[in-house]
């Protein structure tokens, strides 16, 4: 319970931000992606995995540039992608020193970190959508609150005993119900009020909003499972110690690095 | 030598369907990709570490569909993209059982097998500029050959003795120059034949194909390099027995594998 209260204070700055949007958000992805491949890579070493953190961290930068040179030009993320996995590969070429896990933990931090946290820039570049990045933390807070509550309240049938064992059957159609109502909720009366001069030129977002509350919540359940498999394999209970004893950026953002694809995917497959 | 004239001869039906075009071309990556993730995914098993062989196909299935629907939209790819490094992870959630070592591997599969070859069919789709696709394997087998050669008759020091002990520094420079060239030479004469109706909208291509050449030339021997370096880790020669004793479809396709990312982007970020 306590974690949960003082989780939700940290979240202040982070709405303020979102409010904000524009540089804002990148500059909170950036801390994001830096802070959690950080995070991410201590935890690989912890198993004697050692990625590079050059590489990750010039990659990244690159990404950066590129958003800003090039917005809304998805070959340039491709041919991003592609080169970033090849730079991966070319760093294991020091074949006594390195082993392959260090090349793929690299690619790994690139992709699920660097590159799933990018996508809340990209929704925000979005510019008449830009309002819907709120349902990426939205579709991923109110799955954790709800599904906590109806877990604690109505609990009973074990969800994946192995890998989270507090996790309960109820808490994740609570949590997902939960998520599909907020959504929904936001769709209808906050949506026009935050897209601002965008929201004359939108439709009724309600259906889009209550659809991404379903696929939200399902993927930051499985975001959220992701994370837990990776601590659990590499044998470490939080991947950082950034609240003190609440965990790191890392266990804060699990289910948003898989909420935020959602959305964005969503916005450019079926609303563009 | 024996080697290269044998492999050499396997390139005849290749450049058939290279030839033809369209859906000889897309078949032939469907053989690439299949073979190949299969090959890859052996040679980790040797490792003991267990890739997902139905997350990869189901997958490249979905990739291939993808591209028959929605040709050229790239944010499709990215999206797919995403998708299958989320399933590769979700695939580490029976926790008893797998690695996370089996999801990283399942996710290279499909970056660097499935997702790079698939790149000649997305320059075969390019329509203007889909007679480039020749320089994929122009600059791989080019660099290739007059790397043996220069190798063989020039070659004084080595190149990276821990990583390919044969490879020299003289070698390099020679596959390098020798790509060039032929890459130069291809887009002087060849490439307004191979284009047909399209080359009357093409301007003079030669300078292009010249940068190909080399940029090719340059990742065609780090393509060589990196799947070196992964068959030293797993501790095999060779990736398969498709050629007895001259290895399988990823021993010869390496470089390639390196050189299609090269020619994709160069044309949608260059030329187009």
């Known amino acids: 319970m306590k974690?949960?209260?003082?989780?939700?204070?940290?979240?202040?700055?982070?709405?303020?931000?979102?409010?904000?949007?524009?540089?804002?958000?990148?500059?909170?992805?950036?801390?994001?992606?830096?802070m959690g491949v950080n995070e991410?890579?201590?935890?690989?070493?912890?198993?004697?995995?050692?990625?590079?953190?050059?590489?990750?961290?010039?990659?990244?930068?690159?990404?950066?540039?590129?958003?800003?040179?090039?917005?809304?030009?998805?070959?340039?993320?491709?041919?991003?992608?592609?080169?970033?996995?090849?730079?991966?590969?070319?760093?294991?070429f020091k074949i006594n020193e390195r082993k392959i896990e260090d090349a793929l933990a690299t690619m790994l931090g690139i992709i699920y970190v660097i590159f799933f946290s990018y996508h809340v820039v990209m929704i925000d570049r979005t510019e008449i959508y830009s309002g819907l990045v709120w349902l990426v933390l939205l579709s991923a807070f109110c799955t954790d609150i709800f599904a906590y509550f109806t877990g604690v309240f109505l609990g009973k049938h074990k969800l994946c005993p192995n890998l989270s064992p507090k996790k309960t059957?109820?808490?994740?159609?609570?949590?997902?119900?939960?998520?599909?109502?907020?959504?929904g909720l936001f769709g209808r009366f906050l949506l026009p009020v935050v897209s601002g001069v965008y929201s004359a030129a939108m439709p009724d977002m309600t259906v889009h909003c209550l659809i991404i509350g379903?696929?939200?919540?399902?993927?930051?359940?499985?975001?959220?499972?992701?994370?837990?498999?990776?601590?659990?394999?590499?044998?470490?209970?939080?991947?950082?110690?950034?609240?003190?004893?609440?965990?790191?950026?890392?266990?804060?953002?699990?289910?948003v690095l898989f909420t935020a694809p959602v959305v964005y995917y969503y916005i450019v497959l079926v609303l563009m």
């Not at 949960?4 to 994001?32: D, E, K, N, Q, W």
């Not at 010039?58 to 970033?84: N, R």
């Not at 939200?216 to 659990?232: E, F, V, W």
């Open 214 to 255: 379903l696929i939200g919540a399902i993927m930051a359940q499985c975001g959220d499972l992701t994370a837990s498999a990776y601590k659990r394999k590499m044998g470490i209970k939080d991947y950082g110690t950034l609240i003190p004893g609440h965990g790191g950026i890392m266990d804060r953002f699990d289910s």
């Open 169 to 183: 059957i109820e808490g994740a159609i609570g949590g997902t119900v939960g998520s599909i109502v907020c959504c």
């Open 3 to 34: 974690t949960r209260i003082i989780s939700g204070l940290c979240m202040v700055p982070l709405l303020v931000l979102v409010y904000l949007g524009g540089y804002f958000i990148t500059a909170l992805c950036i801390v994001i992606g830096f």
């Open 40 to 92: 991410l890579f201590n935890g690989f070493n912890a198993m004697d995995v050692r990625p590079s953190r050059a590489i990750a961290y010039g990659s990244m930068m690159v990404l950066y540039v590129i958003g800003v040179l090039f917005p809304m030009e998805h070959e340039f993320i491709i041919a991003w992608l592609a080169a970033s996995v090849m730079a991966s590969s070319i760093y294991m």
